[in-house]
T-cell receptor, first 113, second 114 residues
Framework: DTGVSQDPRHKITKRGQNVTFRCDPI?????LYWYRQTLGQGPEFLTY????????KSRLLSDRFSAERPKGSFSTLEIQRTEQGDSAMYLC???????????FGPGTRLLVL | SQQGEEDPQALSIQEGENATMNCSYK?????LQWYRQNSGRGLVHLIL?????REKHSGRLRVTLDTSKKSSSLLITASRAADTASYFC??????????????FGKGTHLIIQP
């Protein structure tokens, strides 16, 4: 499968714990995006990378959230001290520079108890 | 924040009928895209229309864009059961979908009755 992959697909955690999600983009894509989607809503942009550089962060990305993309390949999104309001689907997408179509992964569904 | 609204929020039609969904947005855009999401899964890109285009076709899909009204419509002709999904419009302010990523609406949930 040469599409965008995300791991894990599901995560259940207790409030206050840290969680980390991984995204592997399509191999030749140099842009990588993170979105969050809550039930009944459309995805909301969190942040994006061009190669290893994090170029934009939404104000939704609180200090408890951090994203990295070492070496411009896979990316990780970490949430520290999780809160119940963090429960959502976290979606990763990738694209080529100057090509508007974004290719989405299957998402990681997070439930914070 | 959500860019705008899809209308209707939910739509149920018989297989074979046409389905029309509308999207409104608030800010100036470079392009508008439509995505489909099957229950609990990732999004699939359907079609993109640029701000200088008024209509675009792809298979059974037809998209229109009216930048003066800041609105777009997606028409699916000859619907099939497999078209059952949520449909989202998404806008990009800049070419290449860069800064700020895509801004999505809340979606229209389409149900095709067999």
């Amino acid at each position: 499968d040469t599409g965008v992959s995300q791991d894990p697909r599901h995560k259940i955690t207790k409030r206050g714990q840290n969680v980390t999600f991984r995204c592997d983009p399509i191999s030749e894509h140099n842009r990588l995006y993170w979105y969050r989607q809550t039930l009944g809503q459309g995805p909301e942009f969190l942040t994006y990378f061009q190669n290893e550089a994090q170029l934009e962060k939404s104000r939704l990305l609180s200090d408890r959230f951090s994203a990295e993309r070492p070496k411009g390949s896979f990316s990780t999104l970490e949430i520290q001290r999780t809160e119940q309001g963090d429960s959502a689907m976290y979606l990763c997408a990738s694209s080529l520079v100057a090509v508007e179509t974004q290719y989405f992964g299957p998402g990681t569904r997070l439930l914070v108890l | 924040s959500q860019q705008g609204e899809e209308d209707p929020q939910a739509l149920s039609i018989q297989e074979g009928e046409n389905a029309t969904m509308n999207c409104s947005y608030k800010t100036s855009i470079n392009n508008l895209q439509w995505y489909r999401q099957n229950s609990g899964r990732g999004l699939v890109h359907l079609i993109l229309i640029r701000s200088n285009e008024r209509e675009k076709h792809s298979g059974r899909l037809r998209v229109t864009l009216d930048t003066s009204k800041k609105s777009s419509s997606l028409l699916i002709t000859a619907s099939r059961a497999a078209d059952t999904a949520s449909y989202f419009c998404a806008t990009a302010r800049f070419s290449g979908g860069g800064a700020d990523g895509l801004t999505f609406g809340k979606g229209t949930h389409l149900i095709i009755q067999p």
